[in-house]
């Protein structure tokens, strides 16, 4: 990978090839910026390019898996974790961490199955509302109090997990989707793929130019990369961290809302765990934990990277499920191995 | 900029003092910045000029005085309100965010936007050129800022300093990891600067700059000011005199130290040898040799590189050139400080709270922290061996602590340095490395590791010591070796150890003989 991807950096930058010339220090600095731009590709670009690869390696190994059904089923399923991830990328962009995602989608999933005995729009309303209004709370703690966000969403995810509990009487009840109209916002969908996919690929949309374009985005990259630095240049950085928390809460309310309408039922045990998930396709995706680096569209990679992979694995068929889990924790180490080099060659000074 | 403005200072301390649990850091400090001018603010380590700045900046909150911009009085509750107030500080390392680029750093906050509310990349990219372009700075703005060298970075928050309307720029130590052409070039735009009306409080230690750009200085002492003037009035040497405290026509003829002179300095080999340090913006071949028994003097301003050739000897700071040879043996330079500590050097490091004791250890366990494995068989420590141990050292240094198992930091700060000597003592060292072993101690404490000094020599233990205190530099030291922005200044031997002829070395008027060192090479 590494070698067609260097030709690619001086293809686009339409340098030169290093000259035949003894290393004198301007080729030094030719290879050291070489060297620093084919880092940042890769930072940014390294999960698109696996899951280049990983694709057409599905599409050569297995006739299966370059079928219109095959997918649509990954982007289907993938497109919930991706609606989460969204959120977890703002909030480690900006130097935090949540950890009540997983909880909250879960939530989110029996609030929306329980509103929605009052019709569509009680069925989004009440999640987005209840899961909104714990990540705003999440965010004032780590934002005006100066709480550690690991701790507090932490505790996040624990107390909105008995939240959970509660308004399912732990578990034992049900709540079935009775609105039409909502069940078939999971399920149905134009040109064959379903609605959650659209909106996820609207809100990632939003998400690059929110991120991008905005004083907003500008913030969150700036707080996650000096906050010091940041509050001095008059960035609000309370009101950014508080922002980001809210999102988060947000978009796991509504992707889980949205996976009650797939499924149409508040079902109360998926979900557990996927705040790991998110972690994990946020950091594969090239944003970095300590904040401050990253972006959407790697992310999505990310998301799809994950999918990819567990459907391959579904294609060799004698696998258990247990060996996809393994194989994205090794992806993932990976990933954050190479973080850890890329991190050393770009900052040389 | 009429001739009426200029009365009246754009930035002004009135008597400020501020203190802290322990130490006056201000002691009514008035300093007046007028408009337009490059004001040069000096002073050795605790004279006073980062509280000063912090002050000037919103960090620190004066408890006596007041700090006026433009005639009228302010009260800055936060750096952010000091920044809106136009006072904008340019650190190296703090002041914009790394990974975002050049553009969108020098322009956060007040991003050119398109009619949806947008951030205008076009225009964003193109205005952050132009306002570089001003001040005569190249660089590519949509890389990420931490892909710039720092003197760029530097000029980058300058210029966003700039474009906020900043009225006065404050740099501390701007220059110390430029190279010669980026200070060029930063001390340009600072002259832009000048002829755009914008004041700079400039921190410097190389006084060569200083000379270079400041119309004015100010020197602190002490948390006073010890002078205030048009800096082309001052001559070098009395700059430094007035730095130090030491007047120069003053000539000491009996100290009130406790050392006691001349040491046995035999003719002997050196049982250290450092050989052309060398470490990019820190040291420039640095060489400095000490014979058993002789305490060798390092002098020099802050910022000379005494504590670093001191790191450097241990192996506590990386260096790209030089070796350091200990009793005949080449220590390996890419060894960290275990191999130095086994070769017998040993360093009393400048900053003890952070470099040296273990707060919520013992005496006893910060004693015997460096001496373990020495101490111990197949893995094990006797703890009979670590209990005489102690005793001998406690005895010895007259540590006085309440027993061996009182908790470090509850002991005076000179009882903490005798800990602090008894572990590396304890080791059985042949140099000893100490950094300004006496600061912030009381002065009965200061004699007695004075005395302590005085004997470990006279033990034929070879020390290097490094001092602010001129004084005792003169009267500790057999020879004394002067450091000048990293390189040899200078080397006083016998009787040309004075006060005065360090300070005519630091000045750089040539009373050293710099070549000294080959004679014991």
């Known amino acids: 990978m590494t070698d067609p991807t260097a030709i690619t950096t001086d293809g686009a930058t339409g340098r030169p090839a290093p000259s035949a010339g003894p290393s004198s220090p301007s080729a030094d600095a030719g290879a050291a910026a070489r060297r620093e731009r084919l880092g940042h590709l890769l930072q940014h670009h390294g999960a698109s390019l696996v899951l280049l690869g990983l694709a057409v390696f599905g599409t050569v190994a297995f006739d299966a898996f370059a079928t219109g059904a095959n997918l649509r089923a990954i982007v289907v399923s993938s497109s919930f974790l991706a609606i989460v991830a969204l959120g977890m990328t703002f909030v480690i962009i900006s130097g935090g961490i949540d950890l009540s995602v997983g909880s909250l989608f879960v939530l989110g999933g029996v609030l929306a199955a329980y509103g929605s005995r009052a019709g569509l729009l009680a069925a989004l309303a009440l999640p987005l509302a209840v899961c909104g209004a714990i990540g705003l709370l999440q965010g004032v703690l780590i934002g005006r109090l100066g709480m550690a966000p690991f701790i507090v969403t932490l505790a996040g995810l624990l107390g909105v997990r008995g939240l ?120 594969i995706g090239g944003t970095l934990l300590t904040g401050g680096v990253g972006g959407v569209t790697g992310t999505m990679a990310g998301v799809l990277l994950l999918g990819v992979i567990q459907n391959l694995i579904n294609q060799v068929g004698n696998l258990t499920s247990a060996v996809q889990q393994v194989v994205s924790g090794a992806f993932l180490v990976l990933v954050v191995v190479a973080q850890r080099v890329l991190s050393r060659t770009q900052r040389l000074t | 900029m009429g001739a009426a403005d200029a009365e009246i200072p754009v930035l002004e301390a009135d008597g400020v003092s501020k203190r802290f649990p322990g130490v006056l850091a201000l002691d009514e400090v008035s300093f007046a910045l007028r408009p337009g001018e490059v004001h040069a603010l000096v002073g050795e380590n605790g004279a006073g000029k980062s509280t000063l700045i912090k002050v000037f900046t919103g960090a620190h909150r004066p408890d006596g005085g007041r700090v006026l911009v433009e005639g009228r009085p302010v009260a800055f509750g936060s750096p952010l309100e000091a920044r809106r107030a136009g006072i904008s500080a340019v650190h190296q390392e703090v002041g914009l965010v790394p990974d975002m680029s050049v553009a969108r750093n020098l322009l956060l906050g007040r991003e050119p936007r398109t009619r949806l509310g947008l951030i205008d990349l076009p225009r964003l990219h193109a205005e952050a050129e132009r306002t570089l372009a001003e001040l005569g700075v190249r660089a590519d703005v949509r890389a990420p800022l931490r892909t710039l060298g720092v003197g760029t970075r530097q000029m980058v928050a300058l210029a966003r300093a700039v474009s906020v309307r900043a009225r006065v720029v404050i740099m501390d130590e701007p220059t110390s990891s430029l190279e010669p052409r980026e200070v060029e070039t930063l001390f340009g735009v600072v002259r832009e600067l000048r002829d755009r009306g914008i004041s700079t409080v400039y921190v410097s230690h190389r006084l060569d700059e200083l000379y270079q750009l400041c119309d004015r200085v100010t020197v602190l002492r002490d948390g006073r000011v010890a002078h205030t003037g048009p800096l082309a009035e001052l001559d070098r040497l009395r700059l430094i005199s007035l730095m130090l405290g030491r007047d120069v026509a003053e000539v000491r003829a009996g100290g009130v130290t406790r050392f006691s002179g001349e040491h046995a300095a035999a003719a002997e080999q050196p049982v250290l040898e450092a050989r052309g340090l060398t470490r990019r913006h820190v040291l420039n071949g640095v060489s400095v040799s000490v014979r058993p028994g002789e305490v060798v003097g390092l002098g020099g301003l802050l910022g000379a590189g005494r504590s670093e050739t001191a790191k450097a000897i241990v192996g506590a700071l990386p260096l790209d050139e030089g070796e350091v040879t200990v009793a005949g043996t080449t220590l390996r330079r890419r060894r960290p400080v275990g191999a130095a500590i086994r070769a017998g050097v040993s360093l009393l490091p400048e900053d003890r709270k952070a470099e040296g004791i273990v707060p919520g250890l013992s005496v006893r366990e910060n004693i ?146 710099p070549s000294g060192e080959e004679r014991h090479g």
């Not at chain 1, 990259?221 to 240049?233: D, R």
């Open chain 1, 164 to 283: 959970m509990l509660a308004v399912s009487d732990e578990g034992a009840t049900t709540y079935l989707v009775e609105d039409r109209a909502f069940a078939s916002l999971g399920q149905d969908g134009p040109f064959g793929v379903t609605w959650p996919v659209w909106i996820t690929v609207a809100l990632a949309a939003a998400g690059v130019v929110l991120l991008q374009r905005t004083g907003f985005g500008q913030n969150v990259y700036a707080v996650g990369g000096n906050e010091e630095a940041a509050s001095l240049m008059g960035v609000p950085v309370v009101r950014t961290k508080i922002l980001v928390y809210l999102l988060s809460g947000l978009l796991a309310g509504l992707a889980g809302a949205l996976n009650a309408a797939r499924l149409s039922s508040g079902v109360t045990i998926l979900g557990i765990g996927l705040e790991l998930d998110a972690i994990a396709a946020v950091v």
């Open chain 2, 368 to 513: 015997a922290l460096a001496a373990l494995p020495r101490l111990a068989r197949a893995g094990l420590v006797s703890e009979a061996r670590i209990d005489a141990l102690v005793e001998t050292f406690m005895r010895r240094l007259r540590i006085k602590a309440s027993s061996p198992h009182q908790r470090v930091d509850e002991l005076s700060g000179g009882n903490q340095q005798k800990v602090l000597l008894a572990r590396w003592l304890a080791m059985n060292p042949r140099i000893l490395l100490l950094d300004e072993p006496t600061r912030g101690i009381d002065v009965g404490a200061k004699a007695e590791v004075q005395a302590l000094v005085d004997e470990l020599a006279r033990d034929g233990l070879g020390v290097l010591l490094i001092s602010s205190d001129l004084e005792e530099l003169v009267e500790g030291s057999d020879r004394v070796v002067v450091l000048r922005d990293g390189t040899v200044a200078g080397q006083l031997g016998g009787g040309e150890v004075t006060e005065d002829r360090i300070m005519a070395v630091i000045a750089g008027d040539g009373a050293g003989d």
